[in-house]
């Protein structure tokens, strides 16, 4: 058998573009804003995690460029041998007082930064619990280890329980949850798994990758808003949604960030954060320190499009959030609701399975601190009139 042989009978994305429903890969033509450019066309952007608006903020660019200028535009190695600046160093210890941890430790991207952390902590005799709506990252961070990895069924404890009720084995276990689910827009119930996660002996880890920035009295996260700050031991935080950059980091007690340091492959085996990702990072971390009013107008507006959606007859799940599913199901329906969303002007992200279990189809919209109303009337008005023809609602 040819090795390439199922690259050429790979056929639906093909019929898709024939069809013209294709919705991956558009390339945008403008900088990431509440407005973007697409094929020429000027579009209301609800697709982005741009949720503190920063992404073209002045201060950014400049902290940016100031970090070239001093450090060049790329770092050429590992943090491990040649990669590490004393940037990455005050950087880190800035995110390590932001977070209230002893320390943190950054990683190049999100996806790394789980990937790394769940496969050096996770050996041959330990087992990982995870959420059946946890990220990839987690997932194949999971994959990654040695360990025995079992899943329960989303933001279900009784169904964490009774699996650990069965199989109470005395060995390592860490659980691993988003803190934000990053489709559902619902929060990880905290409040359940807190005292399984004490019952059993259990450490926990919570992924604040989209609640980082936008919940909390400092911006921490979920973990932070509810409540959870010293029972969590590991919190995992990404710059490429409020941060408005590239990477991610985790933020624990020394001893265990050290461990990660030297047995993390992604972080060992990459290519450290260049300068100017480090500006942009240093530049939105004040930002969220210094403006709350940003996610005091975002969490505004995710509340108002939650009930607006909800008026006009969307079935939106359990979404508390800025991330706001339409979920449809099906997934023609789905493509042609997002293909007429287009053509009324407003760009958002269809999504179908494998990112969400079958018959989940959903339009994933998200919000910015940086919406205004009118920009908000004009998206209610195009997902009434698409929901409509679609059959929607």
């Known amino acids: 058998m040819d090795l390439f042989e199922k690259c050429y009978a790979f056929k639906e ?15 945008i033509e403008s900088g990431q804003g509440t407005k973007i450019i697409i ?6 952007n609800i697709g982005s995690n741009n949720y503190l608006g920063l992404t073209s903020h002045p201060k950014l660019k400049e902290y940016a460029i100031n970090a070239i200028k001093k450090y060049g535009t790329g770092c050429t190695g590992s943090r491990f041998l040649n990669g ?13 007082d932001f977070m209230g941890r002893e320390a943190a430790l950054m990683f190049s991207t999100g996806y790394q930064t789980n990937l790394g952390t769940i496969s050096a902590l996770i050996g041959k005799d330990d087992e990982v619990y995870i959420d059946r709506e946890d990220h990839a990252s987690i997932v194949d961070g999971c994959r990654m280890s040695f360990g025995k990895i079992v899943k329960y069924k989303h933001n279900d404890y009784k169904d964490l329980e009774r699996i650990l009720e069965k199989n109470n084995k005395d060995c390592g276990k860490l659980i691993v949850v988003d803190g934000l689910y990053s489709m559902g827009g619902d929060f ?7 005292p399984v996660a004490k019952k059993y ?29 010293e029972e969590v031991d590991l919190v995992m935080g990404t710059f490429s949604k409020s941060f408005a950059s590239i990477g991610g980091f985790i933020a624990g007690k020394y001893k265990i960030i050290d461990y990660i340091k030297h047995k993390a492959r992604s972080l060992i085996f990459s290519a450290s954060l260049p300068p100017a990702s480090l500006g942009v990072i240093e530049g939105a971390l004040e930002i969220i320190q210094n403006e709350p009013e940003r996610r005091e107008r975002l969490l505004k507006i995710a509340e108002r499009m939650r009930n607006e959606y909800k008026n006009l ?5 359990n979404s508390v959030s800025p991330v706001i599913p339409i979920i449809i199901g099906d997934d023609y329906k789905t493509f042609k609701f997002w293909m007429l969303l287009g053509e009324y002007g407003v760009y958002a992200n269809p999504v179908v399975s494998p990112a969400v279990p079958p018959n989940m189809s959903l339009i994933r919209t998200s919000y910015t601190a940086t919406h205004t109303d009118e920009e908000l009337d004009r998206i209610l008005e195009a997902m009434k009139k698409a929901g409509k023809e679609a059959g929607i609602i």
Request: avoid cysteine.
């Open 188 to 194: 990880a119930d905290l409040d359940n798994l807190v």
């Open 313 to 317: 007859g969307f079935n939106i799940g």
């Open 201 to 229: 002996n259990m450490k926990i880890m919570v992924d604040e990758a989209h609640s980082m920035g936008v919940y909390g009295k400092h911006g921490r996260g979920v973990t932070e808003e509810l409540g959870y700050e």
């Open 39 to 44: 094929d020429g066309k000027e579009m209301i």
């Open 13 to 27: 994305a093909d019929i898709a573009r024939e069809q013209g429903y294709y919705p991956y890969f558009h390339p």
């Open 84 to 96: 590490t600046l004393d940037y990455h160093i005050k950087l880190e210890e800035k995110l390590a």
